[in-house]
């Protein structure tokens, strides 16, 4: 079991619902992070959290909306998505985003599927 | 532009042989080169973190090796197992001045045969 923990795991949507994902981490660790990955791709990064402020939003669409309400938790808000954006989503943390991301440790990860 | 290649793209072997991944890279300034695997559909469990001054670190069945003068790391993989089939995926951090930022190479797909 990963010590960062995504839920759900599993999600279909319809491109006019609202749903969010939640990630959940107590290792201490003070930067949060969003990825996708397509299928056979390696992940990319969407947004980066470090001491609960965002420190980087890689150019993603509005509709997809961050949070990170305290040092252990960080939210996805979802709305209006296109089954494009159907893919795993993973939450990672590390112990902060300037030291060579040490404790790099991600999630399980959420497979969305928007129909 | 800051790159992440691995060799094989794919690979097929036999239960119980050995197995070795290639991970070339051009990232800098480099701060540590990381070993994931990954099973589908889950999220990359990290095998080994190597720095700059590590040459050789081993987790288990897994011994991975660090040349930063030719930028070049390998996965060997001893004894290999059903459970072994994944995607195996390097990646290198950078420090930037925006802080740490990772490369991902595109992977290895192991499938480990009977």
């Known amino acids: 079991d990963t010590e960062v923990t995504q839920t759900p795991k599993h999600l279909v949507m319809g491109m006019t619902n609202k749903k969010s994902l939640k990630c959940e981490q107590h290792m201490g660790h003070r930067a949060m992070y969003w990825y996708k990955q397509k299928a056979k791709k390696p992940p990319e990064l969407m947004f980066v959290y470090s001491y609960e402020k965002l420190s980087i939003n890689e150019s993603v669409p509005s509709r997809f909306s961050p949070e990170c309400p305290n040092s252990s938790l960080l939210n996805l808000h979802l709305h209006a998505l296109q089954p494009e954006d159907s893919a795993l989503y993973l939450c990672?943390?590390?112990?902060?985003?300037?030291?060579?991301?040490?404790?790099?440790?991600f999630g399980s990860g959420t497979r969305l599927t928007v129909v | 532009k800051n790159q992440v290649e691995q060799s094989p793209q794919s690979l097929i072997i036999l239960e119980g042989k050995n197995c070795t991944l290639q991970c070339n890279y051009t990232v800098s300034p480099f701060s540590n080169l990381r070993w994931y695997k990954q099973d589908t559909g889950r999220g990359p469990v990290s095998l080994t973190i190597?720095?700059?001054?590590?040459n050789t670190k081993s987790n288990r069945r897994y011994t991975a090796t660090l040349d930063a003068d030719t930028k070049q790391s390998s996965l060997h993989i001893t004894a290999s197992q059903l459970s072994d089939s994944a995607s195996y995926i390097c990646v290198v951090s950078a420090l930037t001045g925006g802080g740490n930022k990772l490369t991902f190479g595109t992977g290895t797909q192991l499938k480990v045969e009977l």
């Open positions: 190597m720095t700059f001054s590590e």
């Open positions: 990672a943390s590390s112990q902060d985003s300037g030291r060579g991301g040490y404790g790099y440790t």
